[in-house]
C-alpha cells in the first residue's frame, strides 16, 4: 500500500488536490460549464465567501480551474475547468455512482 503522505504518491496527490469539504462540490459545478463566483456561491449553500475563494484559489493554483477576468465595470470574474481539470468528469461520476450504490445497500440493512 502506498504512502498516502509521499509527495510522490498518486493517491496523496488526489488528495492533496481535491480534499476538503468544498472542492469536489465546486467541480461539480463547473462540469456543466463556466460559472461566475456568485453562481458557485449559490451552488454551495453554506460556504462563505471566504472560503469559496480560497477553495478557487487552491483550484487554480493546482490547474484544476482557470479565472478569466473580463476588462469591464463591474469586474466579472467566471471560473472554468482547464483541460486537466476536464478528466476528473468520468471520476466524479463514477463516485457520484458509488455513492448512490452505498446509500441503497446501507438503507436496505438499517
Known sequence: MPN??????????????LGGK?????LCALLDGTKRFSELRRLNPGIT????????????????????????????????????????????QQLEEWGRTYLLDTSATS
Do not use: F
Open 49 to 92: 465567501q471566504r472560503m469559496l475563494t480560497n477553495q478557487l484559489r487552491e483550484l487554480e493554483a493546482d490547474l484544476v480551474v482557470t479565472r478569466k477576468i473580463y476588462a469591464e465595470v463591474p469586474p466579472k470574474v467566471e471560473y472554468s475547468l482547464t483541460e486537466v481539470g476536464k478528466k476528473l468528469q468520468p471520476i466524479l
Open 22 to 26: 468544498w472542492k469536489l462540490s465546486i
Open 4 to 17: 498516502i503522505h509521499d509527495e510522490n504518491c498518486p493517491v496523496g496527490v488526489v488528495l492533496r488536490i
